[in-house]
């Protein structure tokens, strides 16, 4: 199928997918990003069970991270982190609690859900489409699924620093969307991650003043067993562990592009998707 028009006031991958899944038929919608590598041959099968036994209306399976560079090691795992602060699969998978969330990369729904929010034409004008159609399953009433993939697919994001910074300025302004957010997730993300720094050099800054000593020692503390629990939860998360000291690096160019994704939110301001460059505020 070819698309060589986009209608005024769509984004080009809702409208590809509104193309697309127009011209099918079944119960279960899936949608699999592109860049997605699968390593079973029952993916499908799995999800689709999955989301029967569950009765979920949107199931979506979050990809394993297949990350090669040094970039994508030191980045990549603290801007997961950023999300992980406002979308807890605990909470997301609670019907109690307003928290919505969905990847993108593998999502399955219910066609008669699908239908029943409205499409993508909904959404026709939205970044972070999988975003938007979690919040308005979760928002209808809908049972919204998450759940980790083990042996299922991974998928490499980005490969290379410019990318990685363009692409996560995008995923933070896109499911975020308001300053709030986004100076919380900042004011987080320095208190929890360079905080520590900052006291230690202080510290050390304005010895041998007593209450100098303490401030130092007190950082240093902070940062040992600091990168102590980023040293296992690499290994749990299959990042390199041997670059478990450049986490404040990542923590300082996560903060970067926290700043950057605060700025789209500017009237005027334009974000980039894939190639196409969006002026949109997408609020």
């Keep these: 199928m070819t698309i060589d028009r986009l ?7 809702n409208n590809a997918m509104q193309t697309a899944i127009a011209g099918t038929k079944g119960e279960y919608i899936c949608m699999i990003d592109a860049d997605c590598r699968q390593l079973s041959n029952r993916t499908l099968a799995t999800a689709i069970r999955y989301a029967q036994d569950h009765q979920a209306d949107l199931l979506s399976v979050l990809p394993v991270l297949e990350m090669k560079g040094f970039w994508e090691n030191v980045i990549q795992p603290v801007c997961s982190g950023v999300m992980m602060i406002w979308f807890a ?11 919505a969330y969905a990847n993108g990369a ?11 929010i409205g499409t993508h034409e909904a959404i026709r004008d939205k970044i972070n489409e999988d975003m938007h159609l979690a919040a308005r399953v979760k928002g209808a009433g809908r049972k919204l699924v998450v759940v980790r993939s083990t042996g299922l697919y991974i998928v490499r994001m980005y490969t290379s620093l410019p990318q990685i910074y363009r692409g996560w300025s995008r995923i933070f302004f896109g499911c975020f969307g308001t300053l709030r957010r986004l ?6 993300m320095f208190t929890a991650g360079l905080a520590p720094y900052v006291a ?3 510290g050390l800054l304005a010895a041998p003043d007593p209450v100098a000593w303490a401030c130092a020692a007190a950082g240093l503390a902070a940062i040992a067993l600091q990168l102590s629990a980023i040293f296992r939860y690499y290994r749990l998360a299959e990042v390199t562990p041997g670059l478990f000291w450049t986490y404040p690096l990542g ?9 950057n994704s605060m700025l789209r939110l500017r009237a005027g301001a334009t974000v980039v998707w894939k190639s196409t460059t969006y002026t949109k505020s997408m609020g």
């Excluded at 100076?183 to 987080?188: A, D, E, P």
């Design 7 to 13: 209608p005024e006031g769509w984004y080009g991958k």
């Design 89 to 99: 699969r605990h909470k997301v998978n609670n019907p109690a609690k307003p928290n």
């Design 106 to 116: 593998f999502m399955l729904i219910r066609r008669e859900a699908y239908e029943a």
């Design 183 to 188: 100076v919380i997730s900042f004011v987080l």
């Design 200 to 202: 230690a050099a202080a």
């Design 251 to 259: 923590c300082a160019i996560t903060l970067v592009i926290l700043v």
